[in-house]
């Protein structure tokens, strides 16, 4: 028997399961039992970072079972082109991964980070843009790893970048794991028997146009190759399609969106 279960974004941000899912599941249930004593958003943090301690996410290495990690819970495979899977090499250290549809993790934090021109040739990385229909997916260690992301430049391990990824789960020595979606956490059940097995696979449904800073990571709006994108001193552009491109670019909108010529946006607060 088969268990299946598919993602397909869209609209969630990202997707993580082991440790940090469990802390999470932790945090979550606890709020659940007792809301009030969650009334602000510094003594949510203290009991995250508490439970997060007893959870042993911080020292993960002498309280968490290595058949716990996500090398021995699944078999982990990704596809880069269409119709091949490929198995993703994951280390036996990583407790944590989280599968990112935008650059954006845990209050605004960025876990693929940059990675240099050096990564860039060897292993075919790129910056994680909003829209280029890849997925980042990251390991981490620990409780300390995940610190990492504090600072200038921080990032956890960059384990691929890929269109699809699918878990593969079968029996072993853990009868459940923990995963997340965008800080909603469950406890999944895993497999009891040889003869079950529980996939879940994770994908993109399709793209939608939304409003954008003039900061977002958006392939569409900064790389010049984009037809939305065009150079300002192109001078054999005309002043129309040059007006309507800067629109673009600096909103990361459908160039539908208009405000009616009779809205006085003077008058709107």
Same mark, same amino acid.
């Given at each position: 028997?088969?268990?299946?279960?598919?993602?397909?974004?869209?609209?969630?941000?990202?997707?993580?399961?082991?440790?940090?899912?469990?802390?999470?599941?932790?945090?979550?249930?606890?709020?659940?039992?007792?809301?009030?004593?969650?009334?602000?958003?510094?003594?949510?943090?203290?009991?995250?970072?508490?439970?997060?301690?007893?959870?042993?996410?911080?020292?993960?290495?002498?309280?968490?079972?290595?058949?716990?990690?996500?090398?021995?819970?699944?078999?982990?495979?990704?596809? =880069?082109?269409?119709?091949?899977?490929?198995?993703?090499?994951?280390?036996?250290?990583?407790?944590?991964?989280?599968?990112?549809?935008?650059?954006?993790?845990?209050?605004?934090?960025?876990?693929?980070?940059?990675?240099?021109?050096? =990564?860039?040739?060897?292993?075919?990385?790129?910056?994680?843009?909003?829209?280029?229909?890849?997925?980042?997916?990251?390991?981490?260690?620990?409780?300390?790893?995940?610190?990492?992301?504090?600072?200038?430049?921080?990032?956890?391990?960059?384990?691929?970048?890929?269109?699809?990824?699918?878990?593969?789960?079968?029996?072993?020595?853990?009868?459940?794991?923990?995963?997340?979606?965008?800080?909603?956490?469950? =406890?999944?059940?895993?497999?009891?028997?040889?003869?079950?097995?529980?996939?879940?696979?994770?994908?993109?449904?399709?793209?939608?146009?939304?409003?954008?800073?003039?900061?977002?990571?958006?392939?569409?709006?900064?790389?010049?190759?984009?037809?939305?994108?065009?150079?300002?001193?192109?001078?054999?552009?005309? +002043? +129309?399609?040059?007006?309507?491109? +800067?629109?673009?670019?600096?909103?990361?909108?459908?160039?539908?969106?208009?405000?009616?010529?009779?809205?006085?946006?003077?008058?709107?607060?």
């Amino acid at each position: 028997m088969e268990g299946y279960i598919t993602f397909r974004g869209g609209f969630w941000n990202y997707f993580s399961m082991g440790m940090d899912a469990q802390v999470s599941y932790a945090f979550h249930s606890e709020r659940k039992l007792h809301p009030e004593k969650f009334k602000n958003q510094l003594i949510n943090q203290s009991t995250y970072a508490k439970l997060g301690c007893s959870q042993g996410w911080f020292l993960a290495s002498l309280f968490h079972p290595s058949s716990r990690n996500i090398a021995h819970l699944a078999k982990v495979e990704i596809m =880069k082109r269409s119709g091949k899977w490929e198995k993703l090499h994951v280390p036996n250290s990583i407790r944590s991964i989280v599968c990112l549809n935008l650059p954006s993790f845990s209050g605004g934090l960025n876990p693929w980070g940059t990675p240099n021109s050096n =990564k860039r040739r060897d292993r075919d990385l790129t910056p994680p843009f909003v829209d280029d229909g890849l997925l980042e997916v990251v390991g981490f260690r620990d409780a300390w790893h995940g610190l990492v992301l504090l600072a200038p430049n921080g990032h956890g391990t960059r384990l691929a970048q890929a269109h699809r990824i699918r878990f593969e789960f079968r029996r072993g020595s853990a009868d459940h794991t923990f995963m997340r979606i965008d800080g909603e956490p469950w =406890k999944q059940p895993l497999p009891s028997d040889d003869d079950n097995t529980v996939l879940v696979e994770i994908s993109h449904l399709g793209q939608v146009n939304m409003l954008a800073t003039d900061g977002c990571k958006s392939k569409s709006v900064n790389d010049p190759s984009s037809p939305c994108c065009h150079d300002a001193e192109d001078k054999d552009s005309d +002043e +129309e399609d040059f007006a309507q491109a +800067e629109e673009f670019r600096k909103f990361g909108a459908a160039d539908t969106f208009r405000i009616p010529d009779e809205v006085d946006i003077s008058q709107l607060s």
